[in-house]
C-alpha cells in the first residue's frame, strides 16, 4: 500500500489533490452531521445569526476556497504550503457544495426536495476528483501511448471526439454520465447511443415528428426513475437527512 502510494500519489505530485479530496468529503459530512443536530434541535449547536442575518455556511466556503486557491497558486504543487492550502480549498468547496441547491435556486431549499441537488453535486464532484486521482484523464488522454501523446494532431483528435461524445450525452438529457463520461469516455459513449430523455434538447429536435421514438423514450425514462429514484432518495436520506415534508 505504501509503495502504490508514493508510486501513484506522492511522486505524481497528487498528494494535495488527495489532501483536498479528503478535506472535502470531511467537510460534508461533518457540516450535515451538523446540521441535522441543529435541525432537530439537539447538541450545542445553533444557526449564525449576527444581527439577526442568517449566515449560511456557503459564506466561510467561499472565503476558504479563495485562500486554499491563491494560496495554492502560490505554494505550487510541492512543500507544506500546497497542503494546507489544498485542504483549505478542499473544505471550502465542501461547504459550498454542501449548499449548491441554494445558491441554484436562490432561496433557502436546503431541507427540501430541491436540497437533494447538492447531494448528488457532492457525490458527483467526489467521483470526478477520485477518477482523476486514480490516473484518469479527461476525454481519455490516458489511453493513448506516449508516442501518441507527442503528436499533437492524435492528442487533439482524441480530446474533440470524445468531448463531441460526451456533449451528445448531455444534449440527451443525461448530465451525470456526460461528466463522468468526460474522464471515462465509454460512459459518455453509452449515453449518447441510448435514448434521449423526455424534455431534453436532442427529444425536442429530433423526436418533434416520431410519436413512436418520443412514447419508447417515456417509458424508458420512468421505468428507470421507478427503479432507482427511490434507492438514491433512501441513500440521500441517510447520507444527509430527509427533507421536510
Known amino acids: 500500500?505504501?509503495?502504490?502510494?508514493?508510486?501513484?500519489?506522492?511522486?505524481?505530485?497528487?498528494?494535495?489533490?488527495?489532501?483536498?479530496?479528503?478535506?472535502?468529503?470531511?467537510?460534508?459530512?461533518?457540516?450535515?452531521?451538523?446540521?441535522?443536530?441543529?435541525?432537530?434541535?439537539?447538541?450545542?449547536?445553533?444557526?449564525?445569526?449576527?444581527?439577526?442575518?442568517?449566515?449560511?455556511?456557503?459564506?466561510?466556503?467561499?472565503?476558504?476556497?479563495?485562500?486554499?486557491?491563491?494560496?495554492?497558486?502560490?505554494?505550487?504543487?510541492?512543500?507544506?504550503?500546497?497542503?494546507?492550502?489544498?485542504?483549505?480549498?478542499g473544505a471550502g468547496a465542501g461547504l459550498v457544495l454542501d449548499e449548491f441547491a441554494l445558491i441554484l435556486h436562490l432561496d433557502d431549499v436546503y431541507w427540501t426536495e430541491q436540497?437533494?441537488?447538492?447531494?448528488?453535486?457532492?457525490?458527483?464532484t467526489a467521483a470526478l476528483?477520485?477518477?482523476?486521482?486514480?490516473?484518469?484523464?479527461?476525454?481519455?488522454?490516458?489511453?493513448?501511448?506516449?508516442?501518441?501523446?507527442?503528436?499533437?494532431?492524435?492528442?487533439?483528435?482524441?480530446?474533440?471526439i470524445n468531448f463531441l461524445i460526451a456533449l451528445f450525452a448531455l444534449a440527451k438529457g443525461k448530465p451525470r454520465i456526460a461528466l463522468i463520461g468526460a474522464v471515462v469516455p465509454l460512459v459518455a459513449l453509452i449515453g449518447a447511443v441510448r435514448l434521449a430523455r423526455p424534455g431534453s434538447p436532442w427529444a425536442r429536435r429530433f423526436y418533434r415528428n416520431r410519436p413512436r421514438a418520443r412514447r419508447r423514450a417515456r417509458v424508458r425514462a420512468y421505468r428507470h426513475d421507478a427503479r432507482w429514484n427511490a434507492v438514491r432518495n433512501r441513500l440521500h436520506d441517510l447520507v444527509a437527512g430527509a427533507p421536510d415534508r
Open 1 to 89: 500500500m505504501e509503495h502504490w502510494l508514493d508510486r501513484n500519489i506522492v511522486e505524481p505530485g497528487k498528494l494535495p489533490l488527495l489532501a483536498a479530496l479528503a478535506a472535502f468529503v470531511l467537510t460534508f459530512l461533518v457540516t450535515r452531521v451538523i446540521t441535522r443536530l441543529i435541525r432537530a434541535g439537539k447538541g450545542p449547536f445553533r444557526n449564525i445569526r449576527p444581527g439577526g442575518l442568517h449566515v449560511h455556511h456557503v459564506v466561510p466556503g467561499v472565503v476558504l476556497m479563495v485562500i486554499g486557491g491563491f494560496g495554492a497558486v502560490a505554494a505550487g504543487r510541492h512543500g507544506l504550503g500546497a497542503l494546507i492550502a489544498a485542504v483549505l480549498f
Open 115 to 124: 436540497g437533494r441537488k447538492s447531494v448528488e453535486i457532492v457525490v458527483l
Open 129 to 160: 476528483v477520485a477518477l482523476v486521482l486514480f490516473g484518469f484523464s479527461p476525454f481519455g488522454v490516458n489511453e493513448l501511448t506516449p508516442e501518441e501523446l507527442r503528436s499533437r494532431s492524435i492528442l487533439v483528435s482524441n480530446i474533440l
